[in-house]
């Protein structure tokens, strides 16, 4: 009896031991949600944060490569100069042909033998030189005084200055503008004529004129 109930009892315990692994073989192991969130959004962060770098990494040294390649030029129109039009340098030309002709009809004016009052032959001829010099406007007038070779270069210098400078104030009392007309003194340095006799010296004593 007692030889049974032991092998009855043994046969219990071991029955009771593979209940035991057999439950914990067949028993799922579970987590929490937030567990199982905590898990997903670690793995999702990691590869989003791999991806973006990888993706940013290329996307910058793609953006260098290319803004290193290429040349940004910026052009200020504000200071560029104005083109000339067609009109305007035509109009400049036409000015320029009808000044030119203008000083070629300016008649010179001579002088006695170290004087530089104007003969009445002169006057004349100044005041068809004013009326030319009316038609037009924007001019500049520049009056040389010159003398014939007798005296000293000094001399002859304050001489041809004198000279232009009574031509001047006729003009001016023709009533042109003083501030359009300069004068200047060549003395006998530039004479007309080379020839030495009275004929030659006396084309040399006059005050000629040119325009612009």
Known sequence: MVR???RNMAVIAC?????????CSGKQVTTSVQDQAFMAGSVM???????????GSGTGTSGA????????????????????????MIESSAR?????AVEAMLADIYFDYNRSGIRKDGLAKLEANARLLRAE???KLMITGHCDERGSQDYNLVLGERRAESV???LEDLGLPASQ???????????????????????????????R
């Open 4 to 6: 049974a109930y032991d």
């Open 15 to 23: 029955s009771a031991m593979l209940a035991m692994v057999a439950g």
């Open 45 to 55: 962060a990691g590869s989003g944060m791999s991806d973006s770098s990888m993706s």
């Open 65 to 88: 490569n290319q803004d290193a390649g290429q040349e940004v030029r910026v052009t200020d129109l504000s200071m560029a100069p104005p083109a000339a039009s067609s009109d305007a």
């Open 96 to 100: 320029s042909a009808r000044l030119a």
């Open 137 to 139: 406007q924007n001019w």
């Open 168 to 170: 001047k104030q006729y």
């Open 181 to 211: 007309i300069h004068v200047a003194s060549y003395g006998k340095e530039k004479p007309f004529c080379t020839e030495q006799n009275e004929e030659c010296w006396q084309q040399n004593r006059r005050a000629h004129f040119s325009i």
